[in-house]
């Protein structure tokens, strides 16, 4: 497996800008194979998140790693950054690259917003892996006091202006708080987490990032239970990853999703060493776990 320093080379080597409706942007392509896989990051994060598995997928695929809108180096909007809005931003860059269906991987707030791609546009994702995530829906139907205490940075984030005054000040300090035991065991080395930390000490990034989270309380939660009340579910083959140390150790995570597909029996999954940061702490598991789904959903 490659290191960290290989992984940002590949990540930082070429970054490539596109301009949208309304917002520019930024993605990394490795490989040239006819299948494209397409990896989306999760919060506090970037594209670099993917570095570790790159360049073994990039043998067997074209491997695109965007910029979600508003972070790293993707631009920022005054409004739109609902789950719809940002899984659009994915829909016209595949269109873009001039590719019909593509697989989809995302991680955190990228799987949420894979999860809407999905169901948006259904005909674009023709095979989805989503790590370390519950539905939207399920998440915010089901807070009590020990989920809430858990995830308290979803409820501080929701706050208007207060996250981003209070952040601002020591972004290093935030974001090392999160990633204190992926920093302690290496699987997140110094140089990508100043990599992070830069990338959310602008404060236009730093407040969409916040922005995303917002969104989760209103137009994604709204969407999200139109659709499952109306009968909408997945359709494409759909893999489920989560770390067997993180929070969701012991969520009947297959049950949950099972409910949110067309068909149960399309949905498969398991836990991979490690906690919350799939890409990063379990790099090896999550290339084998992709491998055997995707050889068993092969392009068609």
Known sequence: MMSSAEGAGVLQGAVHKVALNDVELAYRVAGSAPEMIV??????????????????????????????????????????????ATAGDLGELVDYLDRSAVVVVGHD???????????????????????????????????????AASMWHWFFHLQSELPELLVAANVEAYLRYFMRRVLESGDIDEATFR??????????????????????????????????????RLQCPLLLLWGASGALA???????????????????????????????????ALLEALDVFLTRHPAE
């Not at 892996?129 to 399920?138: E, G, I, S, Y």
């Open 109 to 147: 707030r990228g799987a949420r917003v894979a999860h809407r791609w999905a169901l948006d546009r259904p005909s674009q994702v023709r095979s989805l892996a989503l790590l370390d995530v519950l539905p939207t829906r399920v998440v915010m139907n089901s807070f009590n006091r020990t989920s």
């Open 250 to 284: 012991t969520a009947d995570v297959l049950a949950v999703w099972r409910e949110h597909h067309a068909s149960p029996a399309a949905v498969s999954g398991r836990p991979v060493p490690g906690g919350h940061y799939v890409p990063e702490e379990s790099p090896a």
């Open 39 to 84: 990896l989306l990051h999760g919060w506090p994060q970037t594209g670099l998140c993917w570095r570790k598995i790159v360049s073994p997928l990039s043998q067997r695929y074209t491997v695109i790693v965007p910029d979600l809108r508003g972070y790293g180096a993707s631009g920022v909007t005054r409004t739109g950054y609902d789950k719809r």
């Open 195 to 232: 990599h992070y930390v830069a990338a959310f000490s602008d404060p236009d990034h730093l407040h969409a990032s916040f922005e995303d989270y917002r969104a989760g309380f209103t137009t994604d939660l709204e969407l999200d239970e139109a659709d499952h009340a109306g009968g909408v």
